[in-house]
């Protein structure tokens, strides 16, 4: 028979074993029963992918007297400063028409792209709008102008065209709305057909003041503004390089940057894209690929490069930040809903996790089982289908 010191000390062992065996969190039950009429509370922490730059923790470190460059050196180790310039295409996605619907102002012109120029105040200064549509019979581009209720033509132009201002705002229409933009609006082809999309081409500097206030609230600490306008400004450089796209390089989403133009500028936001200009990351001799999120929870997940590690995060956990943890509730029902091919729901059970942070860290992979079959699903779905934060949560049913 084992000693009382013995047998405490094998248990001590075993504990030991479990725990570095086991990932962390493994505590919290991977698998969850689900009885009918129950509520699911889906407890999680941070908002967003978790890559690179926590825009609360920026926030957060900016507070704390931590300069720009070094919260970018904290999120993106490894990496090193560069410079970049020059112009970005942007898609603007909420126009979806052919046409290119702009409202006439001083100084606005109309030209072939790399053509000359016609000056359109002067040749109809009654004009209230000018559109750019796509014409049949080889790629040309008919110039057409609005007076009262009715549209005329003044010339057709060959290829594509585009409006410029001289820098000034050129507002565009897009249905019952209307945004203003910096640089060029073009009717750009996407392929050989009567298709358009409207692209704004416009300095990169200029673009990123549309950006960064989109992003983060202009009020917030003017290092952590600066440190948002340098991690934008490197993505945009980094998605123009490695664009495939022929007739534009970045879309105006959160599936790239979101972008709103002039309209959305603020003067805070500027003066941090002006103090940081032409400022990136580099690594390889070329800009990374700089993600962020508004908060990683307290722990960044592991991206495509080394400079994106998954490492704790000092920075993200403080009173104003909303998102370092979150509670979603929902129901069994709302789930039999989503993925109707589950029945009657019976478990959950979240697995794949990343191994980082409480509970083990992100879901990879969420499996549903009930009376229709077992239904399996990306930690991503789960979270986007059903409202939730980031793929860093558990379970608690009830």
């Not at 926590?54 to 180790?77: D, E, F, N, W």
Request: glycine share 12%; with cysteine.
């Amino acid at each position: 028979m084992l000693s009382r010191t013995s047998l405490l000390a094998a248990l001590t062992l075993l504990t030991t074993l479990l725990t570095t065996l086991l990932p962390a969190g493994s505590a919290s039950a991977a698998v969850q029963d689900v009885p009918d009429g129950a509520t699911v509370r889906i407890v999680g922490h941070g908002y967003g992918h978790g890559h690179g730059l926590s825009q609360y923790g920026a926030q957060h470190a900016a507070t704390k007297g931590v300069g720009y460059r070094k919260i970018l050196r904290y999120y993106y180790p490894g990496t090193r400063p560069g410079k970049a310039g020059g112009p970005v295409r942007v898609l603007i996605s909420a126009d979806t028409s052919r046409d290119v619907v702009v409202a006439a102002g001083r100084g606005l012109v109309v030209r072939s792209v790399g053509g000359r120029p016609t000056r359109l105040d002067a040749v109809r200064p009654r004009a209230t709008r000018w559109r750019i549509v796509p014409v049949a019979g080889g790629r040309r581009s008919a110039v057409d102008f609005k007076v009262r209720s009715s549209w005329r033509r003044l010339k057709t132009l060959k290829g594509e065209a585009e409006f410029v201002a001289g820098g000034r705002p050129i507002r565009l229409f897009v249905g019952g709305s209307s945004r203003s933009y910096r640089g060029a609006l073009r009717s750009a082809a996407p392929g050989q057909g009567l298709d358009r999309d409207t692209v704004n081409v416009v300095s990169l500097d200029a673009y990123l003041k549309g950006v960064v206030p989109r992003e983060v609230p202009s009020y917030w600490h003017p290092q952590a503004l600066r440190a948002q306008a340098v991690a934008a400004r490197t993505y945009a450089a980094y998605e123009r390089k490695h664009s495939t796209r022929r007739h534009y390089q970045l879309c105006d989403t959160d599936r790239c940057q979101v972008y709103g133009g002039a309209t959305d500028e603020q003067r805070a936001t500027s003066k941090a894209i002006d103090a940081t200009r032409g400022q990136v990351l580099t690594h390889g001799g070329g800009p990374i690929f700089s993600q962020f999120s508004a908060s990683s929870g307290g722990w960044t997940a592991r991206g495509a490069f080394s400079y994106l590690p998954a490492k704790p995060d000092r920075y993200d956990d403080f009173p104003g930040n909303d998102y370092h943890d979150w509670t979603v509730s929902t129901t069994d029902a709302k789930i039999q809903q989503t993925w109707p091919a589950v029945g009657d729901l019976a478990s959950i059970e979240t697995t794949q996790r990343d191994g980082n942070g409480e509970w083990g860290g992100r879901v990879g992979t969420v499996v549903l089982r009930g009376s229709g079959g077992t239904v399996t699903v990306s930690g991503d779905d789960f979270r986007f289908l059903l409202g939730l934060y980031s793929t860093w949560f558990t379970l608690r049913v009830s």
